[in-house]
């Protein structure tokens, strides 16, 4: 199945809402992350949302965004024509200053099925005027578009209160009305964004207010939850039957890359570092005074990279079976 477009998310996204389920969406920077979630996804027969954000595009440009976004789109495309299972790419949190540099590039050469533009730190009226602007960009493409609302009152007293990190449901509608966004992203208590930081409730009910809220309004959006790495099981179900439809994942994928790293090297040391006082010359692959050299099979970097992608899957499996998406693909 080949690299699909917004069209197609959209009905991925109405099966979801529909059925009760989300999809995860799973940021990537590199290669080994990107192929675990991918095989995790074949494995569960769940379509499958990448994400990208400006961040990992510049790193994987060598501080080129634009030129990154292209190679790993280039990628996924390469990818995706070996699965059955749909793949979608978003662009995560682009921020408003980038809407020419990289949002208009990227539709303009079909480089993602989604787009979210993060206007969330500014005042209402301005969030809803650069939303609207992208939005009417990305229509032609048939790229869809999330927008974010989590509200700040009272900062200019030098105040803030925690309700203030929420969304506020009559917010969400007006914001919706006015920008005509295909998902939504809510502010409910996950560490996220302006409320990073911050030790807030978990909010179920507000979600679900909201979702009705929406709903009412003829207005139903698939919500989207952005700082979901830590919640449990029952949290993340919860959220998913309140109207959430997208789960954004990223940090939980950079620590499990991390300490499968760690373990890995750890484990293997003696394979990889000279003897303590050894010193050992890389280029000419000499030991100074003593009997050592590192072992290939060690230290090749597909080795660990092996591990990663396995480990990668087994996170991105469960996660999958958190969020529902397992055995509902609309391609597999
Ligand atoms: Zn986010």
């Not at 009226?125 to 609207?132: G, H, K, L, S, W």
Request: proline letters at 4%.
């Amino acid at each position: 199945m080949p690299f699909l477009g917004g069209k197609e998310l959209a009905q991925v996204y109405a099966k979801a809402k529909r059925e009760g389920f989300a999809l995860l969406a799973n940021n990537f920077a590199e290669t080994n992350v990107l192929l675990g979630v991918m095989a995790a996804h074949a494995a569960k027969r769940s379509d499958v949302l990448l994400q990208i954000s400006q961040g990992a595009a510049k790193f994987a440009g060598g501080g080129n965004a634009l030129a990154g976004l292209r190679a790993l789109v280039s990628y996924v495309r390469a990818l995706a024509a070996t699965q059955k299972i749909g793949v979608f790419i978003n662009l995560d949190h682009v921020t408003p200053d980038a809407i020419d540099s990289f949002i208009v590039p990227a539709l303009q050469e079909g480089l993602c099925s989604s787009v979210m533009i993060d206007a969330s730190d500014r005042p209402f009226e301005e969030n809803v005027a650069i939303t609207q602007k992208v939005v009417e960009l990305a229509r032609p493409y048939g790229v869809l578009v999330e927008g974010e609302l989590g509200r700040i009152k009272g900062v200019e007293e030098g105040i803030v209160s925690d309700e203030a990190f929420y969304t506020d449901p009559d917010e969400a509608v007006e914001y919706v009305a006015r920008t005509g966004v295909d998902l939504l992203a809510i502010s409910v208590g996950t560490q996220h964004g302006v409320s990073a930081g911050r030790e807030l409730k978990l909010r179920v009910d507000l979600a679900k207010k909201i979702d009705e809220k929406l709903k009412a309004a003829g207005l139903e959006r698939p919500l989207v939850l952005h700082g979901a790495s830590g919640l449990t099981t029952d949290q993340v179900r919860a959220l998913v039957a309140a109207g959430v439809c997208k789960v954004n994942k990223d940090t939980t994928y950079q620590y499990v890359y991390a300490r499968t790293a760690a373990t890995f090297y750890i484990a293997q040391r003696a394979e990889v570092l000279p003897p303590d006082g050894v010193p050992f010359d890389p280029i000419t692959f000499e030991a100074q005074g003593a009997r050592w050299s590192p072992n290939k099979k060690v230290f090749d970097p597909r080795v660990l990279g092996k591990e990663i992608q396995a480990a990668i899957q087994r996170v991105a499996e469960e996660m999958i079976d958190q969020v529902g998406s397992g055995g509902r693909s609309l391609y597999a």
